[in-house]
């Protein structure tokens, strides 16, 4: 079980604190802007059908299932020979720039066939190197700190960040695409710009929070043995399973409402550049109310943490059905409550799986963090690629029409109606449905039950 109080060695530093968040940079980045505007990219500049669309989207990072656990596995077996992973972050760090610049580079004369495989191409690429980056990033925390309260604290101060993150680079990078005309250089500069500011967040945390040693070393294992840590852990350690469906879910959930976003702002509300106030509607709020997220989480627990940002998400997702027929800017006071319970749901569940890596270690007595990282990435990689691909399909059911550089077609209502439905109801089905895998879930940390006590013994991994 992890400890309920921190040994003074234990209590992070700020600097600590600051280089992890800081990673949240290029996670976040990453995690918004290609859930944001690749879709749009290829229906509304490309002209690529929304059935095919939907596939560009999704395809790539399914691979990332077969990947991540890869990536996760060779992390394991270099930390274990090295008692490092920064190499991986590194290389991902780096890698990622001119492929992320290439996904945004189609020449102008390409078909929409072309246009598609091109994209395709080039995204693939770069989710492979961002997975590099990922999956050793969202296993440092067990290895950063092993205190229970210490890790939500991480992850809070992560999640604040990150919100920062979607801030500029989910509404500077089309703010930058539409100062720069548009069209195919206005994505052009704008994946130049956000690349640039991905790597960099990257960069600080790869040598600003990733141990120069991870704790207690194990021997080397076959890389093949490593590899099948991470499908045998999702089957094996049930906290683990149950917290993986969760996540995936609820990231789906965001992911179809970041998937129509832009689709909102053009055809439901009549500006383009009202994108950037929906992104400050949904994030700005969680820069505020995060320490109440990390107070709430010291005192009730991480579950019931998860549970209220769950049902705020819920209630305000649902409010926006009433988009399908009366459309306006009162829809930003929903998205922002939204905004509110998003940052809950991303900040418990990132901190109660390092709780889970820490408990499986010593319950087995051997290191497969590297490996579920992966498999938890991988999952959630799933989920995030899903929700564009979702939306658009919603859209192909209600007649949405494609057109080719910036000029906006009218929709038949029908369209208008499924781009209203996918981003409310949608989103509010799959997270009320995501909180089903929450029954049984036990938090380890005990401070969930008044009548844990800290000489309790229990193990997630069990």
């Known amino acids: 079980m992890a400890d309920r109080t921190a ?3 234990d209590v992070l530093g700020r600097r600590t604190l600051l280089s992890y968040a800081a990673g949240s940079v290029g996670t976040g980045g990453f995690g918004t802007l290609p859930g944001l505007v690749l879709a749009y990219y290829l229906t509304d500049t490309l002209a690529v059908a929304a059935t095919v669309a939907s596939v560009v989207v999704v395809a790539p990072k399914i691979i990332d299932v077969v990947v991540n656990p890869i990536i996760g596995a060779r992390s394991d077996a270099r930390a274990a020979r090295t008692g490092s992973r920064r190499s991986f972050m590194l290389f991902g760090a780096l890698a990622l720039v001119p492929l992320f610049v290439l996904t945004f580079l189609v020449p102008p004369s390409a078909s929409p066939a072309l246009a598609a495989a091109w994209v395709f191409v ?25 205190d229970y309260h210490q890790r939500t604290r991480l992850i809070t101060t992560r999640i604040a960040v990150l919100a920062l993150a979607v801030l500029l680079v989910g509404a500077g990078g089309p703010a930058i695409r539409d100062a720069a005309g548009g069209g195919h250089v206005g994505y052009a500069v704008m994946a130049v710009v956000a690349a640039l500011v991905l790597c960099a967040g990257m960069l600080i945390a790869t040598f600003g929070a990733a141990p120069r040693s991870t704790p207690a070393p194990l021997a080397a294992e076959p890389p093949r043995t490593r590899l099948r840590d991470g499908v045998a852990a999702l089957a094996q350690v049930r906290s683990f399973r149950l917290l993986v469906a969760l996540f995936v879910i609820q990231a789906l959930a965001s992911a179809v409402m970041l998937g129509g976003a832009q689709y909102v702002a053009t055809y439901l509300l009549g500006d383009k550049s009202a994108l950037t ?20 989480g010291h005192r009730f627990g991480k579950v019931a943490g998860v549970v209220l940002a769950s049902a705020l998400f819920i209630a305000a997702t649902a409010s926006l059905v009433v988009a399908a027929w009366a459309p306006g800017w009162w829809m930003l006071a929903s998205v922002a409550v939204a905004g509110v319970g998003y940052a809950g749901m991303q900040a418990f569940p990132l901190a109660m799986l390092p709780d889970i890596i820490e408990s499986d270690r010593r319950t087995t007595g051997h290191d497969r963090g590297g490996a579920m990282s992966g498999v938890w990435t991988a999952c959630e990689t799933v989920g995030l690629a899903l929700g564009p691909g979702v939306f658009l399909l919603i859209l192909a059911i209600g007649g949405f029409v494609s057109s080719s550089g910036d000029t906006t077609v009218g929709q ?10 996918a981003f409310s109801l949608v989103p509010a089905l799959l997270v009320a449905f995501s909180l089903l895998f929450l029954r049984g879930y036990r938090d380890d940390g005990g401070v969930d039950s008044p009548s844990a006590r800290p000489g309790t013994t229990r193990h997630p991994a069990q």
Not at 122 to 146: D, K, M, N, R, S
Not at 282 to 288: K, T
Not at 289 to 296: A, G, I
């Open 277 to 296: 106030y929906m992104f400050v509607a949904l994030v700005g709020p969680a820069l505020i109310v995060m320490p109440l997220w990390y107070r709430l």
């Open 412 to 421: 038949p209502d029908s369209a208008l109606t499924a781009i209203a439905l």
């Open 7 to 9: 040994a003074p060695a």
């Open 122 to 146: 080039f995204f693939t690429l770069t989710a492979i190197a961002y997975g590099f980056f990922q999956v050793p990033y969202v296993a440092l925390p067990a290895e950063i700190t092993h």
